[in-house]
C-alpha cells in the first residue's frame, strides 16, 4: 500500500510541529519548506489537519503552527486512516466495474492486509515518531519558506 502524497505531508507536518517549543509557532509556509514540501500543498494538508483537531491555525501577529494536545497523542493509524479515507485497495466499483467483483476473493483479502496495515500504526503516536533519532534531525531542518 502507498500512501498519498498529501498523507505524507500531514505525516511530515506533524511530526516537525512536535518538535517545537512553547512559544515558537512557525507558520505554514515556514514548516513547508522545513519538511520539503510546495506551500500550496502544505497549506491545504494544514487545513484538514486543523479540521482533524491535530493542528491549531493562528492567523496574524504571533500566529502560526502549533500540534494539538490531541495532535500528540494521535494514533498514526488512525491518523493515516482519517487521511486516506474508507476506500479499497484496488477500485472494484470504477469505470467499467470489474466483472470479478461479484464473487472475487481477492477484494476481501486486500481489505484484510490494509486492515493490518492500519492495526500496525495504530499504537504509535505522533510524538512517539519525533523521539530519536528523528527528533534531532528536525530541529535542525531549515525553517525557510518554500515557494
Not at 481489505?111 to 528536525?138: H, K, M, N, S, W
Amino acid at each position: 500500500m502507498r500512501l498519498t502524497k498529501g498523507t505524507d505531508i500531514a505525516l511530515r507536518i506533524a511530526m516537525r510541529l512536535t518538535v517545537t517549543h512553547g512559544d515558537e509557532a512557525p507558520t505554514t509556509r515556514e514548516v513547508a519548506g522545513a519538511v520539503g514540501v510546495p506551500y500550496t500543498h502544505a497549506a491545504k494538508v494544514v487545513s484538514r489537519l486543523q479540521h482533524l483537531g491535530i493542528v491549531e491555525a493562528r492567523r496574524g501577529r504571533g500566529g502560526g503552527l502549533t500540534l494539538t494536545a490531541a495532535g500528540r497523542a494521535a494514533s498514526i493509524g488512525r491518523l493515516v486512516r482519517e487521511l486516506e479515507g474508507a476506500g479499497d485497495v484496488v477500485g472494484c466499483e470504477d469505470d467499467p466495474p470489474c466483472p470479478l467483483r461479484s464473487a472475487c476473493r481477492l477484494r476481501g483479502a486486500l481489505r484484510d492486509a490494509q486492515e493490518a496495515f492500519f492495526a500496525a500504526l495504530d499504537p504509535i503516536t505522533v510524538e512517539d515518531l519525533a523521539g530519536p533519532p528523528t527528533g534531532p534531525l528536525l530541529l535542525t531542518l531549515s525553517s525557510r519558506p518554500a515557494d
